[in-house]
């Protein structure tokens, strides 16, 4: 019997058309002989649908059709410790699960998806899932957090300030002040807690703080400042494993179009007439990055690094900056699901896509092993030991005589 593998994709994010694609790339790679993939689709209005219909990337263009067509489903645990896929709203009479998993497998970029909160969800129902678990898809996807313990480390990251978008509002004179002081002109401003460059601008002064802020602003609550490199090159390392071994794969260098690697630089090709059905596989780039050995070693070393410190799992991508100035390199940030699973990095060293993904289920069933042989709860047996007085748990003879 195939291992049923439920393939999440989709979300609430600003990233949700980037998971679409990065979703069905996975699916026609995973392989058939070994696994049943089902898909399950999360619109931005948060419902579930899963069905053959949801595989054919054409049909996204006219989403409301394709969503009348798709079952809506819901998820309940089974008997047997695994999850079943039902319909929604469940009928009275009639066959109730359409489909049952065995691995999740969440391919949701950005919020809501890859940052802990599905993950948690899977937890909670005790299925083995791809990928970071709670603790590390969180920090991974909280900028702030994330460079917070790679410094604490002593890993390489740039200067920062961050501040909620709160303390902006009762006083920006101060916040602008901070930024001054710590970080000078030029800046990057991004929204703590978002990828795909979405959110992110460069200021070189006062005023184009102000915009920077207030478009981040729209995008999350917590702000990063950052110190700008301004002769850099941008370096991106994937890394797969867990907690116990871990290999790197090759350093691509990402070209961008402007000053900041933008949206349009990694889904579109730098311009409107890319290709985004190809996802991150579209970016214009080098690969391998044109580094010398010892800053290609380097750099494959901090992303494993950073990838363990963060507890991570499965595959992530890990972008770096390396200040050209003075060779100094500086982990900028991780993905710990990286568009189109960074299957590109990981080819030219002979690990297909395919390989990569049953790579990815394996490293899932192996964590569910591990947990089940730790213990979670234990037998006790205090209600018994409460007075019948109540809760507290008090005798009578702690309370005075009313005699």
């Not at 978002?194 to 729209?218: P, Q, R």
Request: glycine share 8%; charged share 25%.
């Amino acid at each position: 019997m195939r291992t049923r593998v439920g393939v999440f994709f989709g979300g609430v994010s600003v990233e949700h058309e980037v998971s679409v694609i990065s979703a069905l790339q996975a699916i026609k790679s995973i392989d058939e002989n070994q696994y049943e993939v089902v898909p399950v689709y999360i619109s931005k209005d948060r419902n579930w649908y899963t069905g053959e219909e949801l595989l054919d990337i054409e049909a996204y263009k006219d989403l409301k059709q394709l969503l009348q067509h798709a079952q809506k489903v819901s998820m309940t645990a089974s008997e047997n410790g695994n999850v079943i896929l039902q319909k929604d709203p469940v009928p009275k009479f009639g066959k109730r699960a359409v489909a049952e998993i065995d691995v999740a497998f969440p391919i949701v970029h950005g919020t809501f998806g890859e940052d802990g909160a599905l993950q948690g969800l899977f937890e909670l129902y005790g299925i083995p899932y791809v990928g970071c678990d709670v603790m590390s898809s969180a920090a991974g996807m909280d900028k702030v957090v994330m460079k917070q313990i790679l410094r604490d480390s002593s890993l390489p990251v740039l200067e920062y300030v961050w501040f909620y978008s709160s303390h902006w509002a009762e006083d920006s004179e101060d916040m602008k002040a901070m930024v001054e002081e710590k970080l000078g002109y030029p800046v990057i401003v991004k929204p703590a807690n978002l990828g795909s460059s979405v959110g992110i601008n460069k200021a070189e002064n006062t005023d184009e703080l102000d915009d920077a802020v207030e478009e981040a602003m729209s995008f999350a609550s917590k702000i990063l400042i950052e110190r700008m490199v301004t002769d850099m090159k941008e370096v991106n390392c994937s890394v797969v494993g867990d907690y116990e071994e871990v290999e790197a794969s090759v350093i691509e260098e990402v070209l961008k179009s402007e000053e900041i690697l933008s949206y349009q630089d990694k889904y579109q090709g730098g311009g409107k007439d890319g290709d985004a059905a190809k996802g991150m596989e579209s970016t214009d780039r080098v690969i391998p990055a044109p580094l010398d050995d010892n800053m290609t070693k380097e750099v494959q070393e901090l992303a494993k690094d950073t990838f363990q410190l963060l507890g991570c799992s499965g595959v992530s991508r890990i972008d770096f900056l390396i200040d050209e100035m003075t060779n100094q390199v500086y982990v900028n940030e991780i993905n710990t699901i990286p568009g189109s699973l960074s299957f590109y990095l990981w080819d030219p060293a002979g690990k297909d896509y395919q390989t990569l993904t049953s790579q990815l289920i394996q490293l899932a069933l192996k964590r569910k092993r591990e947990r089940d042989r730790l213990t979670f709860s234990i037998d006790s047996n205090l209600f018994s030991l409460q007075s019948a007085e109540g809760v507290k748990g008090g005798s009578k003879n702690n309370h005075p005589s009313s005699s």
